[in-house]
């Protein structure tokens, strides 16, 4: 038989900022520069993914077709799904960095 450990996790002191840190700051701000970026390669990559064909026809207007390519598509959704969850974090990250306030003690009352 062996004997069950407990892992003691340690408290961080009182005067410490757990989730208020000013360099997450700067991580949203890459992460909004990512996005940046982001964004103008999923145009590309919609815009290779789109293809239009003219056929003449004696007679007649043109014959207009339109082929998608599926993976020029796909990787257009991904990037902008990967961008999207990238600012969602930098919303977060932000508000991390600028918020300083703690919890209110609440007194319980007696009964």
Not at 59 to 70: I, K, N, V, W
Request: glycine share 8%; with cysteine; proline share 8%.
């Amino acid at each position: 038989m062996t004997a069950a450990t407990v892992d003691t996790e340690t408290e961080p002191e009182t005067g410490e900022p757990t989730l208020h840190q000013p360099k997450r700051a700067y991580i949203a701000v890459g992460e909004v520069v990512l996005v940046a970026l982001l964004v103008p390669a999923a145009v590309w990559c919609w815009h290779q993914g789109v293809v239009h064909y003219s056929f003449p026809v004696p007679d007649q207007p043109p014959l207009e077709s339109t082929r998608f390519r599926g993976n020029w598509i796909g990787a257009s959704v991904g990037l902008v799904t990967v961008a999207g969850v990238l600012l969602l974090d930098a919303v977060r990250q932000t508000v991390l960095a600028v918020r300083t306030r703690g919890r209110k003690q609440v007194e319980e009352p007696d009964v």
